[in-house]
Protein backbone atom coordinates (compact mmCIF):
# COMPACT_ATOMS: atom_id res chain seq x y z
CA UNK A 1 0.00 0.00 0.00
CA UNK A 2 2.97 2.62 0.43
CA UNK A 3 3.43 4.68 3.24
CA UNK A 4 0.27 6.87 4.47
CA UNK A 5 0.37 10.66 4.58
CA UNK A 6 -0.51 12.03 8.40
CA UNK A 7 -3.18 13.30 7.59
CA UNK A 8 -6.85 13.75 9.26
CA UNK A 9 -10.37 12.48 8.60
CA UNK A 10 -12.61 14.28 6.42
CA UNK A 11 -14.58 16.05 9.47
CA UNK A 12 -10.71 17.07 10.99
CA UNK A 13 -9.31 18.28 7.87
CA UNK A 14 -11.94 21.14 6.79
CA UNK A 15 -12.87 22.12 9.93
CA UNK A 16 -14.72 25.58 10.44
CA UNK A 17 -12.65 27.55 12.48
CA UNK A 18 -15.61 29.40 13.81
CA UNK A 19 -17.75 26.16 14.96
CA UNK A 20 -17.36 25.66 18.83
CA UNK A 21 -17.44 21.63 19.84
CA UNK A 22 -17.26 19.82 22.66
CA UNK A 23 -13.79 18.43 21.56
CA UNK A 24 -12.56 21.70 20.84
CA UNK A 25 -13.44 22.87 24.72
CA UNK A 26 -12.29 19.78 25.78
CA UNK A 27 -9.00 19.70 23.77
CA UNK A 28 -8.56 23.78 24.54
CA UNK A 29 -9.01 22.59 28.78
CA UNK A 30 -6.62 20.00 28.51
CA UNK A 31 -3.75 22.54 27.09
CA UNK A 32 -5.02 25.34 29.62
CA UNK A 33 -3.83 22.44 32.22
CA UNK A 34 -1.21 21.31 30.45
CA UNK A 35 0.07 24.81 30.06
CA UNK A 36 -0.55 26.34 33.78
CA UNK A 37 1.28 23.21 34.68
CA UNK A 38 4.41 23.53 33.03
CA UNK A 39 4.31 27.72 33.61
CA UNK A 40 3.85 27.28 37.28
CA UNK A 41 6.51 24.79 37.50
CA UNK A 42 9.11 27.13 34.84
CA UNK A 43 8.01 30.36 37.30
CA UNK A 44 9.45 28.83 40.41
CA UNK A 45 12.10 27.32 38.59
CA UNK A 46 12.92 29.52 35.90
CA UNK A 47 14.71 28.70 32.47
CA UNK A 48 17.00 31.44 31.71
CA UNK A 49 19.60 33.65 30.46
CA UNK A 50 20.55 35.40 34.10
CA UNK A 51 18.86 39.03 33.87
CA UNK A 52 18.45 38.83 30.08
CA UNK A 53 16.12 36.35 29.19
CA UNK A 54 13.05 33.93 30.64
CA UNK A 55 12.09 30.48 28.02
CA UNK A 56 8.68 29.78 28.32
CA UNK A 57 8.01 26.39 27.60
CA UNK A 58 4.72 26.21 28.32
CA UNK A 59 4.03 28.41 24.94
CA UNK A 60 4.87 25.55 22.97
CA UNK A 61 2.06 23.72 24.36
CA UNK A 62 -0.76 26.67 23.46
CA UNK A 63 0.50 27.08 20.02
CA UNK A 64 0.28 23.77 19.31
CA UNK A 65 -3.39 23.44 20.69
CA UNK A 66 -3.98 26.15 18.48
CA UNK A 67 -2.55 24.47 15.44
CA UNK A 68 -4.25 21.05 15.85
CA UNK A 69 -7.77 22.42 17.06
CA UNK A 70 -8.07 25.57 15.90
CA UNK A 71 -8.25 29.18 17.52
CA UNK A 72 -11.29 28.36 20.10
CA UNK A 73 -8.85 25.80 21.65
CA UNK A 74 -5.80 28.18 21.46
CA UNK A 75 -7.66 30.88 23.22
CA UNK A 76 -8.99 28.46 25.77
CA UNK A 77 -5.67 27.08 26.32
CA UNK A 78 -4.11 30.57 26.53
CA UNK A 79 -6.35 32.81 28.62
CA UNK A 80 -7.34 30.14 30.81
CA UNK A 81 -4.03 28.16 30.92
CA UNK A 82 -2.48 31.46 31.98
CA UNK A 83 -4.89 32.73 34.66
CA UNK A 84 -4.33 29.31 36.24
CA UNK A 85 -0.64 29.74 35.70
CA UNK A 86 -0.16 33.05 37.78
CA UNK A 87 -2.56 31.97 40.14
CA UNK A 88 -0.77 28.64 40.94
CA UNK A 89 2.79 30.41 41.37
CA UNK A 90 2.24 33.58 42.55
CA UNK A 91 -1.21 34.05 43.77
CA UNK A 92 -1.92 36.84 41.42
CA UNK A 93 -4.14 37.38 38.05
CA UNK A 94 -2.42 39.90 35.48
CA UNK A 95 -5.75 39.88 32.57
CA UNK A 96 -3.14 41.36 30.15
CA UNK A 97 -0.88 38.87 30.09
CA UNK A 98 -3.73 36.46 30.42
CA UNK A 99 -5.32 38.16 27.26
CA UNK A 100 -2.45 38.10 25.44
CA UNK A 101 -1.86 34.48 26.01
CA UNK A 102 -5.07 33.60 24.51
CA UNK A 103 -4.28 36.34 21.65
CA UNK A 104 -1.12 33.39 21.01
CA UNK A 105 -3.24 30.77 20.92
CA UNK A 106 -5.73 32.19 18.68
CA UNK A 107 -3.50 33.46 16.12
CA UNK A 108 -1.93 30.17 15.39
CA UNK A 109 -5.51 28.29 15.10
CA UNK A 110 -6.22 30.22 11.93
CA UNK A 111 -3.73 27.78 10.16
CA UNK A 112 -5.81 24.59 11.55
CA UNK A 113 -7.56 24.59 8.21
CA UNK A 114 -4.26 25.10 5.71
CA UNK A 115 -2.00 22.33 7.61
CA UNK A 116 -2.70 18.76 6.72
CA UNK A 117 0.33 17.00 7.02
CA UNK A 118 1.80 17.90 10.64
CA UNK A 119 5.27 16.09 9.81
CA UNK A 120 5.66 17.55 6.45
CA UNK A 121 8.23 20.61 6.50
CA UNK A 122 6.05 22.58 5.00
CA UNK A 123 3.33 22.04 7.41
CA UNK A 124 6.02 22.46 10.38
CA UNK A 125 7.17 25.59 8.18
CA UNK A 126 3.64 27.28 8.30
CA UNK A 127 2.82 26.46 11.74
CA UNK A 128 6.12 27.82 13.11
CA UNK A 129 5.40 31.48 10.53
CA UNK A 130 1.66 31.63 12.63
CA UNK A 131 3.04 30.77 16.02
CA UNK A 132 5.71 33.61 15.65
CA UNK A 133 2.80 35.67 14.46
CA UNK A 134 0.95 34.57 17.39
CA UNK A 135 3.86 35.29 20.07
CA UNK A 136 3.98 38.62 18.45
CA UNK A 137 0.70 39.87 18.83
CA UNK A 138 0.34 38.40 21.92
CA UNK A 139 3.43 40.01 23.72
CA UNK A 140 2.95 42.86 22.47
CA UNK A 141 -0.39 43.28 23.35
CA UNK A 142 0.48 42.03 26.81
CA UNK A 143 3.34 44.60 26.70
CA UNK A 144 1.55 47.96 25.71
CA UNK A 145 -1.63 46.67 28.51
CA UNK A 146 1.08 46.91 31.05
CA UNK A 147 1.05 50.88 30.58
CA UNK A 148 -2.44 50.52 32.03
CA UNK A 149 -1.14 48.25 34.89
CA UNK A 150 2.01 49.21 35.56
CA UNK A 151 2.06 52.77 34.41
CA UNK A 152 5.28 52.57 32.24
CA UNK A 153 5.88 54.70 29.33
CA UNK A 154 5.86 53.20 25.51
CA UNK A 155 9.43 53.05 25.41
CA UNK A 156 9.65 50.73 28.15
CA UNK A 157 6.75 48.59 27.25
CA UNK A 158 8.22 48.53 23.50
CA UNK A 159 11.85 48.03 23.84
CA UNK A 160 12.32 46.88 27.45
CA UNK A 161 9.00 44.11 27.66
CA UNK A 162 8.09 43.21 24.73
CA UNK A 163 11.88 42.09 23.03
CA UNK A 164 12.43 39.30 26.03
CA UNK A 165 8.75 37.95 26.10
CA UNK A 166 9.07 37.57 22.56
CA UNK A 167 12.39 35.99 22.10
CA UNK A 168 12.13 33.67 24.93
CA UNK A 169 8.56 32.25 23.75
CA UNK A 170 9.92 32.60 20.02
CA UNK A 171 12.68 30.14 21.22
CA UNK A 172 10.68 27.43 22.89
CA UNK A 173 8.13 27.22 20.30
CA UNK A 174 10.62 26.79 17.25
CA UNK A 175 12.15 24.04 18.87
CA UNK A 176 9.51 22.16 20.37
CA UNK A 177 6.45 22.91 18.13
CA UNK A 178 7.84 20.84 15.89
CA UNK A 179 8.79 17.90 17.74
CA UNK A 180 4.86 17.91 18.91
CA UNK A 181 3.45 18.09 15.98
CA UNK A 182 5.78 15.39 14.24
CA UNK A 183 4.48 13.16 17.65
CA UNK A 184 1.16 13.91 16.91
CA UNK A 185 1.37 12.81 13.12
CA UNK A 186 2.78 9.25 14.65
CA UNK A 187 -0.30 9.15 16.66
CA UNK A 188 -2.79 9.77 14.52
CA UNK A 189 -1.22 7.32 12.08
CA UNK A 190 -1.33 4.77 14.81
CA UNK A 191 -4.66 5.67 15.57
CA UNK A 192 -6.01 5.09 12.14
CA UNK A 193 -3.68 1.76 11.75
Not at 52 to 78: D, Q, S, T
Amino acid sequence: MGREKNTFSAEEQTPRLTKISGRRILYGLIGAFLYALLYSITSRYPISLPGILIFRPAVAILVFVGVAYGPWAGLLAGFIGHTLGDLLSSGAFYWNWSLGTALIGIVPGFLRIAVKDFSSVPGILKAIGWSTLGIAVGTMFASLMEMIVSGIDLRTAVVDYFPLAFLGNFACAVVLLPIFMIIFAGLVLRREA
